[in-house]
């Protein structure tokens, strides 16, 4: 798909670049297309809105929710958000990065996790929440996330 990408972005500018502070939606069209915004897009963007490389790489690097490299093939997001932490999210942080020995915004060891945190999934009353590839899971606890990562790994 990478002999694509110079297309893709293009089509992407020409539908979003008049819009106010296109810069967000665009990246956001690209992570939506590809699962991250890769290096080479970068010079592309800034042509495509008349920026320099440098405020390109400054909106990616700010918003911890670009990827910069591509996702392992699921991706598990844990809610850290208030309700969630005062229902243990914290300790589900850490069970998941000892299970996937990685930290947040890493791959696992075996590469198959994509592990980053997420600030509110819309189920504060059922807290805490994660979500993996998409699909939420509530009241979750250690032991319930170690069987949904292993149902999950293949
Ligand atoms: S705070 Fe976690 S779902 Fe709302």
């Known amino acids: 798909m990478a002999h694509d990408l110079e297309g893709m972005v293009s089509h992407i500018l020409e539908e979003m670049h008049a819009l106010q502070g296109a810069m967000l939606p665009i990246l956001h069209a690209i992570q939506d297309s590809i699962g991250y915004v890769p290096e080479e897009a970068v010079p592309l963007v800034a042509k495509g809105l008349n920026v320099s490389r440098a405020e390109v790489h400054g909106v990616l690097t700010f918003y911890r929710h670009f990827r910069r490299t591509p996702p392992g093939k699921h ?31 890493e791959l696992s060891r075996d590469g198959l996790f994509s592990l980053e945190p997420v600030y509110c999934l819309g189920q504060c009353a059922t807290s805490p929440a994660v979500m993996i590839d998409g699909e939420v899971h509530a009241r979750m606890n250690p032991e319930k996330l170690d069987r949904l990562l292993e149902g999950t790994e293949s």
């Open 75 to 105: 991706v598990l997001q844990i809610c850290c958000a208030e309700s969630c932490q005062a229902m243990g999210a914290n300790r589900l942080a850490e069970h998941a990065k000892k299970a996937l020995g990685c930290d947040f915004h």
